[in-house]
């Protein structure tokens, strides 16, 4: 009896340690599982935006620049992409004239051109079509990611983009793309300031979702080329750090107002949304330099493209 007593109390502490181990190990779970949601859901949420009047976006109209918390648009953009199942990019350093859909930060080309049909059909894919030759559409699909083509920089998800290239010798100024996505709707890309033989991501203008049964075959295209224009080296120098540019006037003329252009872009060249920013520089004196805020400026992911002298300032202004 002794004995069978013994055994029954051993099993008894051995099943009671059983049970802690697994009560245990439960909890661990739990709390390492609401860890990681928390730090999903600080990721994902949106900050508060600061509107900056010296730093305008020029667009679809020119919209008020707004700059996010330092860090905080790259984990947004990086949750989103994790949602998707979208991994990170590999970047590299491309040819435009190579450039591959997969290579863009944020974009999922469609199967095919129009969005519609299998990926491992034998069928060709059908083409998009602009009414103007001068532009090439390379690839539509979807985005995730900042908003950029109204200067709000809000995240998204699944918004339909295009990817046009310039194939003309001169900058595309402004250039309006119109798809009849179906029997009723449209779907708008607005492009500013794209470089002569370069290849940029344009969002659609308002956000419209990216669906398999939109239909992008051809796109009724409104254009306006310039000359390459000149980024007024012999006059001026830049110095350029993340929200600010400086100008150095190194001319021995004054001006009243310069206009510094300037886009983002990705490390394979790809220029990312339509929208191009524009920082004034005022009351530039001879030999003197100015300081102006860029709240979209970025050292590694903008390049300045176009720079504009406004007015040249006269005795007459000056005394003024």
């Known amino acids: 009896m002794k004995d069978k007593k013994k055994t029954g109390i051993a099993i008894s502490i051995v099943l009671v340690a059983v049970i802690v181990i697994v009560a245990v190990a439960i909890l661990l779970r739990r709390d390492k599982a609401a860890d990681t949601s928390d730090r999903r859901s600080s990721g994902g949420a949106a900050s508060s935006h600061t509107t900056d009047a010296d730093d305008t976006a020029v ?10 918390e ?6 947004i953009l990086e949750s989103l992409l ?15 004239a190579t450039l591959s859909t997969d290579d863009v930060q944020g974009f999922v080309p469609a199967a ?8 491992d059909s034998a069928e060709e894919p059908v083409q998009i079509t602009l009414s103007d030759n001068r532009l090439q559409a390379e690839g539509l699909g979807r ?23 310039n194939n003309s010798d001169q900058m595309l100024q402004v250039g ?23 290849s940029g991501l344009v969002l659609e203008s308002n956000k419209r979702p990216y669906s398999e049964e939109d239909s992008y075959t051809y796109g009724d295209t409104v254009a306006s080329f310039i000359d390459s224009p000149s980024l007024e080296e012999d006059k001026f120098e830049i110095a350029k750090e993340d929200g600010k540019l400086t100008l150095k006037n190194n001319t021995e003329e004054s001006y009243e107002k310069i206009y510094v252009y300037y886009k983002y872009k990705q490390r394979n060249g790809t220029y990312m949304g339509g929208i191009t920013y524009r920082t004034p520089f005022e ?34 202004s000056e005394s003024e």
């Open 112 to 119: 095919n051109a129009n969005g519609d049909g299998d990926a």
């Open 143 to 165: 985005y995730a990611g900042s908003f950029l083509e109204d200067g709000s920089d809000e995240a998204t998800e699944n918004v339909v983009s295009l990817l046009v290239k």
């Open 176 to 198: 309006e793309i119109t798809f009849q996505v179906n029997d009723s709707e449209t779907a708008t890309f607005f492009v500013t300031n794209l470089p002569a033989g370069a």
């Open 70 to 75: 330092s860090g905080e648009e790259l984990d």
């Open 283 to 316: 009351n530039v004196a001879a030999g003197s330099e100015v300081e102006a805020v860029a709240a979209h400026f970025r050292v590694e992911g903008s390049e300045i493209v176009d720079v504009r002298i406004q007015q040249v300032q006269t005795p007459e």
């Open 59 to 68: 667009g679809s109209g020119d919209a008020s620049s707004s700059s996010r």
């Open 82 to 96: 994790q949602e998707e199942g979208i991994s990170e990019p590999t970047w590299i350093e491309a040819d435009p």
